[in-house]
């Protein structure tokens, strides 16, 4: 009777990419905001830095990672013609070397040259693509998608502390920021790890630890340099 495996490895590049982008979109707009704040700054003032860091960064994290994930489909499309010309020129040692990856992994030398056989005769390229170079529709890079889930969830990142400056008081501003900032960072890790399946508190205590850094390192920052707007 065959039954259904729930796996997670297909998540894996929006899920990279949407981590990514949120993490960033919180981290880096709350420690725009409050290195702002930090120079005595007054709120509109705070706001407009803060919607100015949304914009560029939802930008700037499409268009880097479009162009990384780009360069990796090229470098994936550029292998797999070289091994599709590789299979029409030399088929022997194409099979030789299936063959080989085969026996490495366990199979005696005649099992293994069967399974090249059968394999290379349903789909050569596919079976060269996923064994030797390790490249699967699963796993293939995916630009546009990667580039829309960085972007979009970098904004809505952004957006939370940038509510928060809204809504609190001038006099708690700072403490209130920084805090539903690890708020909101500790539910991300929370929610990555239980879509990717890792361990839910070592993700939590990461992903709060270097915003709280970064956070705080800004904040140093403004609190040095800062001269009141």
Same mark, same amino acid.
Not at 181 to 200: D, E, M, N, Q
């Given at each position: 009777?065959?039954?259904?495996?729930?796996?997670?490895?297909?998540?894996?590049?929006?899920?990279?990419?949407?981590?990514?982008?949120?993490?960033?979109?919180?981290?880096?707009?709350?420690?725009?905001?409050?290195?702002?704040?930090?120079?005595?700054?007054?709120?509109?003032?705070?706001?407009?830095?803060?919607?100015?860091?949304?914009?560029?960064?939802?930008?700037?994290?499409?268009?880097?990672?479009?162009?990384?994930?780009?360069?990796?489909?090229?470098?994936?499309?550029?292998?797999?013609?070289?091994?599709?010309?590789?299979?029409?020129?030399?088929?022997?040692?194409?099979?030789?070397?299936?063959?080989?990856?085969?026996?490495?992994?366990? +199979?005696?030398?005649? !099992? /293994?040259?069967?399974?090249?056989?059968? =394999?290379?005769?349903?789909?050569? #390229?596919? $079976?060269? @693509?996923?064994?030797?170079?390790?490249?699967?529709?699963?796993?293939?890079?995916?630009?546009?998608?990667?580039?829309?889930?960085?972007?979009?969830?970098?904004?809505?990142?952004?957006?939370?502390?940038?509510?928060?400056?809204?809504?609190?008081?001038?006099?708690? +501003?700072?403490?209130? !920021? /920084?805090?539903?900032?690890?708020?909101? =960072?500790?539910?991300?890790?929370? #929610?990555? $790890?239980? @879509?990717?399946?890792?361990?839910?508190?070592?993700?939590?205590?990461?992903?709060?630890?270097?915003?709280?850094?970064?956070?705080?390192?800004?904040?140093?920052?403004?609190?040095?340099?800062?001269?009141?707007?």
């Amino acid at each position: 009777m065959r039954h259904r495996e729930s796996h997670r490895t297909h998540r894996t590049g929006w899920l990279r990419a949407s981590v990514l982008g949120a993490n960033d979109g919180i981290v880096s707009t709350a420690s725009l905001l409050l290195g702002v704040a930090a120079s005595g700054a007054a709120t509109p003032a705070i706001l407009v830095a803060g919607v100015a860091g949304l914009v560029a960064g939802a930008m700037s994290m499409a268009a880097g990672e479009y162009v990384s994930v780009r360069s990796q489909a090229d470098t994936e499309r550029a292998d797999l013609l070289r091994e599709k010309q590789e299979l029409v020129e030399k088929p022997v040692q194409e099979h030789a070397e299936l063959k080989s990856i085969y026996v490495g992994r366990g +199979l005696d030398e005649d !099992l /293994a040259g069967r399974v090249a056989t059968q =394999l290379m005769a349903h789909d050569s #390229l596919g $079976a060269h @693509a996923r064994d030797e170079l390790g490249i699967s529709d699963t796993l293939a890079a995916k630009p546009v998608q990667a580039a829309f889930a960085s972007a979009g969830t970098f904004a809505l990142g952004a957006a939370l502390p940038l509510v928060m400056v809204y809504l609190l008081p001038a006099f708690m +501003l700072m403490w209130g !920021l /920084a805090a539903s900032s690890l708020v909101f =960072l500790a539910v991300l890790g929370f #929610l990555a $790890a239980r @879509a990717g399946g890792s361990p839910v508190l070592v993700s939590v205590v990461r992903v709060t630890f270097w915003g709280a850094l970064a956070m705080a390192l800004t904040a140093g920052v403004g609190t040095l340099f800062g001269v009141a707007v």
